[in-house]
């Protein structure tokens, strides 16, 4: 059975930083496209980063510069460094991975940027 598990989220000042982890069992991870979404309060997710197994990377514009992700194959985590954190960072975050045609989600943790 696939799981994604995320942790990390919090409540945090604008400005500050946040690191979220998603640990990742029952997955071929080497061979597994993997990324985080976000949803804000009352609007869609919406793709955020994304990491291929051998780490090519992708960003949404509006956290380029700010965010990093990153993947550790071997602890079958990957991670999303937020940098410069913004009230419109506010969301509940998802961990996702692909692989052939499949999509599996995690249950997602919540980010709230706010003084």
């Known amino acids: 059975q696939v799981q994604l598990v995320e942790s990390g989220g919090a409540l945090v000042q604008p400005g500050g930083s946040l690191t979220l982890s998603c640990v990742a069992s029952?997955?071929?991870?080497?061979?597994?496209?993997m990324g985080w979404y976000r949803q804000p309060p009352g609007k869609e997710r919406e793709l955020v980063a994304a990491i291929t197994p051998n780490g090519t990377t992708k960003y949404t514009d509006s956290v380029k510069g700010r965010f990093t992700i990153s993947r550790d194959n071997a602890k079958y985590t990957v991670y999303l460094q937020m940098n410069s954190l913004i009230p419109e960072d506010t969301a509940i975050y998802y961990c996702?991975?692909?692989?052939?045609?499949?999509?599996?989600w995690g249950q997602g943790t919540h980010v709230i940027v706010s003084s």
């Open positions: 996702n991975g692909k692989i052939w045609t499949f999509d599996f």
């Open positions: 029952g997955i071929r991870f080497n061979s597994t496209v």
